[in-house]
Structures are given as C-alpha cells and as structure tokens.
Nanobody, 119 residues
C-alpha cells in the first residue's frame, strides 16, 4: 500500500492550503485515516483523524481552522487548512489503516509534504 501526499507549500499567515493523500496498491479496505505533523525539533503530533464512517477529531490547536475529509471511492483523505499560523509550519504526514494482502490491518505512512507559513 502506498500513500501519496501532496498540496504543501509556502503560504503567508492567515492563508489557506489543502492537502491531499491518496492510497494505492493492493488492499481490501481502508479504515481510519489521519494527518500528523512534525515541526523542526519537535515530536510528531496528531493533527486530525477521520473514521471510515466520517467521524472526526482534531488537535485543540487546529480546531475551527482545519477540516479533515475523505473520499472513500478514491481512498483519499484531505486536510483543508484555513487561518494558517507560523506555528503550523511542519512536515505533514498522512497515515492510514489498510486491510491488505496479509489479511490483517496494517499501518501505512505517506512521504510527508512540507507546509511553511510565513509571518
């Protein structure tokens, strides 16, 4: 299973970006999908998560500004980010649980996409 993330870039504070992450390869089903981020010198943190049924949860730091969504037909998860702040600067990683050819649920990670917010 491969996760391909895209959509990162440089944006001014207050701006918006939309990240996308599509899953491809051999799998039967995708369960939870998540976005994490890791800023320089900091640990990776969970930003937002969405279940296969559409239930969501967010880190307190992004509530009201970020929205996670998914398209199950295309096995793709999105992160719409508004009112970006310099502290949102990080490499953003997508993560997904996939029921793959091992007949087990396994965890997969995308390659990361850099978001830089200038002040």
């Amino acid at each position: 299973v491969q996760l391909q993330a895209s959509g990162g870039g440089l944006v001014q504070a207050g701006g918006s970006l939309r990240l996308s992450c599509g899953a491809s390869g051999s799998f039967f089903s995708i369960n939870g999908m998540r976005w994490y981020r890791q800023a320089p010198g900091k640990q990776r943190e969970l930003v937002a998560a969405i279940t296969s049924g559409g239930g969501t949860n967010y880190a307190d730091s992004v509530k009201g500004r970020f929205t996670i969504s998914r398209d199950n037909a295309w096995n793709t998860v999105y992160l719409q980010m508004h009112s970006l702040k310099p502290e949102d600067t990080a490499v953003y990683y997508c993560n997904a649980e996939a029921f793959d050819n091992t007949r087990r649920w396994n965890d997969y990670w995308g390659q990361g996409t850099l978001v830089t917010v200038s002040s």
